[in-house]
């Protein structure tokens, strides 16, 4: 156990569950802000409520694949689906290797010495778009949808991406890899690596899918959150993802018996820096609330 009784942090975020029950809260009660999703994206249980029938049949592809290829404008054959972002990157880690330029960086991506250089964009942890002159053979697009309201920036190589986080539905384990090799990429997958259920799913994600409009609400949320923030004297970093760091005293351990969770960046290793991801208009009304009484504390 953490101190205080609170749950030690997870390495990847949504820990809400952990948290609640080291503290005996209800989870159902937890805001988790440690988890970067779209925090307004369609309502997904009912989508899936309305599909349950296709749990009673083997997953097929194609059809997900043709809908996916023609929303990101790519070549089917240059597409393939995952199960979620993480099985993207270990499948083209397995074939490529390669490393990150610099640390910090996201911790699934490969750290060999040589090789393929991956990168995250906009960048994990900091938040901040790759201009034009960042160089990267394998791009993460895991938060562009968000932080740019277009699915991808088109570049040369290989990118993978997480539908999961777009549509704010990490249950359901979808992700993806471009690459004009992308049967190559993929070549170590398991049969069957995508539910039915998701696959049912995506065609009315898709449909429902508002990339701009969700970019400029996260835009203008990320910076209403940023200034309530500051108003209680946290230093904060905002860029274009969606989330903000906060330079604070341990504050994930402060906010969890308040019903909120963060991200503790030690992990990245920056100790003592907090990421919190961006809320809808609910959450930002319970962050208000929290941030008020810790300041009487």
Same mark, same amino acid.
């Given at each position: 156990?953490?101190?205080?009784? @609170?749950?030690?942090?997870?390495?990847?975020?949504? *820990?809400?569950?952990?948290?609640?029950?080291? !503290?005996?809260?209800? +989870?159902?009660?937890?805001?988790?802000?440690?988890?970067? =999703?779209?925090?307004?994206?369609?309502?997904?249980?009912? =989508?899936?409520?309305?599909?349950?029938?296709?749990?009673? /049949?083997?997953?097929?592809?194609?059809?997900?694949?043709?809908?996916?290829?023609?929303?990101?404008?790519?070549?089917?054959?240059? !597409?393939?689906?995952?199960?979620?972002?993480?099985?993207? @990157?270990?499948?083209?880690?397995?074939? @490529?290797?390669?490393?990150?330029?610099?640390?910090?960086?996201?911790?699934?991506?490969?750290?060999?010495?040589?090789?393929?250089?991956?990168?995250?964009?906009?960048?994990?942890?900091?938040?901040?778009?790759?201009?034009?002159?960042?160089?990267?053979?394998?791009?993460?697009? %895991?938060?562009?949808?968000?932080?740019?309201?277009?699915?991808?920036?088109?570049?040369?190589?290989?990118?993978?991406?997480?539908?999961?986080?777009?549509?704010? /539905?990490?249950?359901?384990? !979808?992700?993806?890899? &471009?690459? *004009?090799?992308?049967?190559?990429?993929?070549?170590?997958?398991?049969?069957? +690596? @995508?539910?039915?259920?998701?696959?049912?799913? !995506?065609?009315? $994600?898709?449909?429902?899918?508002? $990339?701009?409009?969700?970019?400029?609400? &996260?835009?203008?949320?990320?910076?209403?959150?940023?200034?309530?923030?500051? %108003?209680?004297?946290?230093?904060?970093?905002?860029?274009?993802?969606?989330?903000?760091?906060?330079?604070?005293? *341990?504050?994930?351990?402060?906010?969890? +018996?308040?019903? &909120?969770?963060?991200?503790? /960046?030690?992990?990245?290793?920056?100790?003592?820096?907090?990421?919190?991801?961006? +809320?809808?208009?609910?959450? $930002?009304?319970?962050?208000?609330?929290? $941030?008020?009484?810790?300041?009487?504390?």
């Amino acid at each position: 156990m953490a101190k205080h009784g @609170i749950s030690p942090a997870g390495l990847h975020g949504g *820990d809400a569950a952990a948290v609640a029950e080291s !503290l005996g809260l209800d +989870p159902a009660s937890m805001l988790d802000l440690s988890q970067n =999703l779209n925090p307004f994206a369609p309502d997904v249980e009912q =989508l899936v409520r309305e599909h349950a029938v296709a749990v009673r /049949c083997y997953p097929s592809t194609d059809a997900a694949h043709r809908l996916l290829a023609e929303a990101l404008d790519v070549d089917v054959n240059r !597409l393939r689906l995952t199960n979620g972002g993480s099985e993207a @990157i270990a499948l083209v880690a397995r074939e @490529i290797g390669g490393g990150v330029a610099r640390e910090p960086e996201f911790s699934l991506y490969p750290r060999g010495r040589d090789g393929p250089v991956w990168r995250s964009d906009p960048h994990s942890p900091g938040g901040s778009l790759a201009g034009a002159e960042v160089h990267a053979d394998v791009w993460d697009e %895991a938060f562009y949808p968000l932080a740019t309201g277009r699915w991808s920036a088109a570049r040369p190589g290989v990118t993978v991406g997480s539908l999961t986080k777009t549509f704010a /539905c990490p249950g359901l384990r !979808l992700g993806y890899v &471009i690459a *004009d090799d992308a049967e190559r990429m993929t070549q170590n997958q398991q049969k069957w +690596p @995508i539910g039915s259920l998701a696959l049912a799913v !995506l065609p009315e $994600l898709l449909r429902q899918a508002d $990339l701009i409009g969700w970019h400029v609400r &996260i835009a203008q949320q990320r910076a209403t959150l940023a200034a309530l923030l500051e %108003a209680y004297g946290w230093p904060v970093r905002a860029a274009d993802a969606p989330w903000v760091l906060v330079e604070a005293d *341990d504050l994930r351990t402060r906010l969890a +018996p308040l019903g &909120i969770v963060v991200r503790d /960046c030690a992990s990245f290793g920056m100790h003592g820096t907090f990421r919190i991801a961006v +809320p809808n208009d609910d959450g $930002l009304e319970a962050v208000a609330l929290a $941030l008020e009484r810790l300041a009487h504390e």
